[in-house]
């Protein structure tokens, strides 16, 4: 009967206090690029048993940037307004936050945590769930992947292609938003996905309070 911080998997409550669950990789990632990767993977049914349409938002508009926070009562880091989507990733104790406007600019980021090369993907052709009352048409938003850039001991270096496709300078291989090698002499390579959060900033700085914004 422990209680667990849904944010960080932390047990907060309880006999397990200060257990830590292992976070695992995982991607907001559009229908169509989930039936390009997955064509055989399973979906989740409609039919739950409760009388909800999970194709609607309760909360429209939650995501304005020039809202605050209405279910939130807590200090704001003035970095950054407070719902500014952020994309943050914690790699041996240092974190770091990507504002998705600087990624929605660059498309990617080759960066290093502590001792580890990792690089950012951003692609277009995802909806936000919390913009309109139809998750259908709320504003696309993007979808994002975190990995190491090292592959068989080879350090690699990315840019973005016009096609939300990512081409590495060394090799001159094409990866897909999930760090897939998809062509090119790397390709059935996969990078290593790192787990990462796709949030608010007034989320990211409530708990991660000693993670670095965007440099």
Request: proline content about 3%.
């Amino acid at each position: 009967e422990s209680w667990w911080q849904q944010f960080t998997g932390e047990a907060i409550v309880g006999d397990l206090t200060g257990t830590q669950l292992k976070l695992l990789p995982s991607t907001i990632l559009s229908w169509e690029d989930f039936k390009i990767k997955y064509p055989d993977g399973k979906v989740l049914s409609r039919n739950t048993g409760y009388l909800r349409d999970y194709g609607t938002n309760p909360y429209p508009g939650y995501d304005n940037i020039n809202q605050f926070p209405f279910l939130f009562d807590g200090q704001v880091d003035d970095r950054y307004l407070p719902m500014t989507r952020v994309l943050g990733v914690e790699v041996g104790g240092v974190s770091k936050a990507f504002a998705y406007d600087q990624l929605v600019e660059n498309k990617v980021f080759n960066d290093r945590l502590g001792e580890e090369g990792i690089v950012v993907f951003w692609k277009a052709g995802t909806n936000s769930a919390v913009d309109t009352s139809s998750i259908a048409e709320g504003r696309d938003v993007g979808t994002t992947g975190v990995f190491l850039r090292k592959v068989s001991d080879q350090q690699l270096t990315f840019t973005a292609n016009k096609d939300g496709t990512f081409e590495d300078n060394e090799t001159g291989s094409t990866w897909d938003i999930l760090g897939s090698a998809i062509a090119g002499s790397m390709q059935g390579e996969n990078l290593m996905a790192l787990a990462h959060y796709d949030t608010f900033w007034f989320v990211w700085a409530a708990f991660i309070p000693e993670g670095r914004g965007l440099d």
